[in-house]
T-cell receptor
Framework: TQLLEQSPQFLSIQEGENLTVYCNSS?????LQWYRQEPGEGPVLLVT?????EVKKLKRLTFQFGDARKDSSLHITAAQPGDTGLYLC?????????FGEGTQLTVNP | ETGVTQTPRHLVMGMTNKKSLKCEQH?????MYWYKQSAKKPLELMFV???????ENNSVPSRFSPECPNSSHLFLHLHTLQPEDSALYLC???????????????FGAGSRLTVL
């Protein structure tokens, strides 16, 4: 069974702070996705990374795929209250998409 | 309407009721999914339909019965549920079925189910 472990599970920070969320596995994935889910909504895709060592930037969000394609990180610079939500990573291997438990981020004004 | 639409958004039912969740996608996608989202647990894949054929059924109890009449619509029929079935049920769609490309999903807003 493939597992994706996300850490931390909960994170509460002040506006303007930086943070990093981690997604780790012992399994290799052909690609990895990050989603954000806001209260009362479904997850929305933020990014897909497919190459080991790949780094993608989306405004203040920086995503990195590990060299061995077993882990990923999401770094947010100068967090804003609008970044509040549940961040989910999901890895693809063959026909299977495996989700992590998520990191609940709260950014306080 | 655009994207993936789920109805109802909230549902409260007794253990002996029969109800259905509906999902509609307006994206021209070929695959549709039902996921269960419970607190502190990863999203659990329940069913996958690709080109209207069920391609995956992850050992889901028979009290959950999916139906996919066409590539745009997906239903989840509910019968004699248990309180532990209370959760957010998410519908999703993807351009192609599992195993093709990065398998990017577009989710609906979910149906919050409470079983009394």
């Amino acid at each position: 069974t493939q597992l994706l472990e996300q850490s931390p599970q909960f994170l509460s920070i002040q506006e303007g702070e930086n943070l990093t969320v981690y997604c780790n596995s012992s399994s290799v994935f052909s690609s990895l996705q990050w989603y954000r889910q806001e209260p009362g909504e479904g997850p929305v895709l933020l990014v897909t990374v497919v190459t080991g060592g790949e780094v993608k930037k989306l405004k203040r969000l920086t995503f990195q795929f590990g060299d061995a394609r077993k882990d990923s990180s999401l770094h947010i610079t100068a967090a804003q209250p609008g970044d509040t939500g549940l961040y989910l990573c999901a890895g693809t291997s063959g026909s299977r998409l495996t989700f992590g438990e998520g990191t609940q981020l709260t950014v306080n004004p | 309407e655009t994207g993936v639409t789920q109805t109802p958004r909230h549902l409260v039912m007794g253990m002996t009721n029969k109800k259905s969740l509906k999902c509609e996608q307006h994206l021209g996608h070929n695959a549709m999914y039902w996921y269960k989202q419970s607190a502190k647990k990863p999203l659990e894949l329940m069913f996958v339909y690709s080109l209207e054929e069920r391609v995956e059924n992850n050992s889901v109890p028979s009290r959950f019965s999916p139906e996919c009449p066409n590539s745009s619509h997906l239903f989840l029929h509910l019968h004699t549920l248990q309180p532990e079935d209370s959760a957010l049920y998410l519908c999703a769609s993807s351009q192609d079925g599992p195993g093709t490309g990065a398998n990017v999903l577009t989710f609906g807003a979910g149906s919050r189910l409470t079983v009394l």
